[in-house]
């Protein structure tokens, strides 16, 4: 895993999203080899390239390829009739698992929709809202926005607004988060994020480990991240790993609201260990 740190912190130095995303499939198997989908992915974005070759210049025609390249060649589904969205599948949030399965979650396709603009060099912000992904394309004339899970549907800035007001009233607050602009460090987090979140509904500590320590080497000063691997190492039964993990939370959020918890977790860890000794 230490290896796989190490090559996904080089991914984001150089913004490398294509390699960095497929790098998060170690969580699910730390001998996973990611060159076959690099070349995949490579070839897929040539394909597309080729497509919109007469008309590079103009972002719809590039785009159109894009679409016609990921949700037709390569057969990737998103929004369907057929397949209901499960929040809880891990296999949606594997890029390479993406590619085999042909089934997404928003968040995994607005992350390969990245890698193909960028890959084509459009010029892009990906906008999260709650619960899905929108890309905004610069052009020279009006921007427009594409619904990656939506068969990168075309919207308006009208249409745009409406999925806005959609998302206020789901939400039913006014909050930062609902409209944010994500980059290529922050959809892979958000990938190893929710794989943390799912592995430890499951109780699956070890997956669940991996994807906390991806997530403390992308972000070393969060104690939130340092706190929950010492929670997932106390229940693997690695107490002193555990405890400076904890320790370490309790000396830097010492007003948190789970204080009192992580206090209590670490007496039990303590007398546990004096019961050893």
């Known amino acids: 895993m230490q290896t796989a740190k190490a090559a996904l912190l080089d991914c984001i130095r150089d913004n490398n999203l294509l390699e960095g995303s497929l790098l998060v499939g170690q969580i699910q198997d ?50 369907s009739d057929k397949h209901k969205q499960v929040i809880d599948d891990p296999n949606r949030y594997y890029l390479h698992l993406v590619l085999e399965k042909k089934i997404s979650s928003p968040l995994c396709l607005a992350v390969l929709y990245c890698i193909f603009a960028e890959g084509l060099g459009l010029s892009y912000e990906c906008l999260a809202l ?17 619904d990656v899970f939506d068969q990168g549907k075309l919207l308006s800035q009208e249409d745009f607004q409406k999925k806005f007001r959609s998302a206020l009233h789901k939400s039913r607050m006014l909050s930062a988060s609902l409209f944010e602009k994500v980059n290529s460090t922050q959809l892979i987090s958000r990938l190893a994020q929710q794989l943390k979140h799912i592995y430890i509904l499951r ?12 997530l403390t080497s992308l972000f070393p000063d969060n104690p939130e991240f340092t ?33 009192h918890e992580i206090k209590k977790l670490t ?4 007398g546990y260990r004096e019961i050893l000794n």
């Open 267 to 270: 007496q039990m860890l303590k």
């Open 130 to 146: 709650p619960s899905y992904y929108l890309m905004r394309i610069h052009s020279e004339g009006v921007d427009f926005y594409i």
């Open 227 to 259: 706190r929950d691997r010492g929670i997932l190492y106390c229940e693997m039964e690695y107490f002193s790993k555990a405890m400076d993990d904890l320790k370490h939370y309790l000396d830097v959020r010492p007003q948190a609201e789970d204080v």
């Open 30 to 79: 730390s001998a996973f080899e990611i060159q076959s989908h690099v070349d995949l992915l490579e070839h897929s974005i040539e394909q597309a390239r080729v497509r919109a070759d007469k008309s590079k210049d103009d972002p719809l025609a590039v785009v159109e390829a894009i679409n016609h390249v990921i949700f037709k060649v390569l057969s990737i589904e998103g929004k």
């Open 203 to 214: 109780s699956q500590a070890v997956e669940a480990l991996r994807a906390v320590e991806i």
